[in-house]
């Protein structure tokens, strides 16, 4: 093999450093592409991270009990009293057409009404105590006092539930046994309004 000439070897040398620069310059590339993915993907987990703490202290401050929905199904009056129902009192599921009256109520409402009340944005407000009861008097009295501040509220006995309070709103349940004015306004305040028909 001949030995290269002087402009032959100057031509190699350049050749040469072109392919290293070029070597290098992929490797950059390829390390500054692995550093962005790293990057991106570190971004992800922090967004998704910081967004999930976010929904568990969301939920976590949102009043009341979350109660799976049983949908908005209209029912035929026929049909009152087939539907069970998972939540005593009632948070969603099939209902009349029509609605109970807004406000108070010395009667209970028939489960198949109070739903469709909920579905339209109302807040129920039951109790369980004896009327007899100069305590409970006073208990419904309390109750009634915020109730008629909101003009979708309904306050209406319902005997038979597990506690002396009740709240619902759509597919959420709240119960207790003392008074708790900023409890259950907080509960009315974060449900009242909020339609609950299907979007069309």
């Known amino acids: 093999m001949e030995p290269l000439s002087r402009k032959e070897r100057r ?5 040469a450093k072109r392919e290293q620069s070029q070597r290098e310059k992929t490797k950059h590339q ?74 108070i109520h010395e009667s209970p409402i028939p489960k198949e009404l109070q739903v469709h009340n909920l579905e339209d944005g109302g807040v129920l407000v039951q109790y369980n105590c004896p009327l007899t009861n100069e ?19 309904i306050l209406a006995p319902y005997p038979g539930i597990s506690h002396k309070i009740a709240l619902t709103a759509w597919s959420r349940i709240d119960k207790f046994n003392d ?5 259950i306004v907080r509960f009315i305040e974060s449900y009242i309004n909020i339609d609950h028909h299907p979007a069309k």
């Open 135 to 153: 305590e409970c008097k006073t208990l419904i009295e309390k109750l009634a006092q915020i109730v008629r501040r909101y003009d979708h509220a």
């Open 30 to 103: 390829k390390l500054a592409l692995v550093q962005k993915l790293f990057l991106y993907l570190v971004g992800i987990l922090l967004l998704g991270g910081v967004g999930y703490w976010a929904y568990g202290r969301l939920a976590a401050a949102s009043p009341g009990e979350f109660v799976a929905s049983l949908g908005n199904r209209h029912i035929a009056p026929m049909e009152m009293g087939l539907t069970q129902y998972t939540s005593e009192p009632p948070t969603s599921g099939p209902h009349f057409a029509a609605i109970a009256r807004w406000g």
């Open 179 to 183: 008074f708790d004015e900023a409890r």
């Open 11 to 15: 031509k190699a040398e350049r050749q």
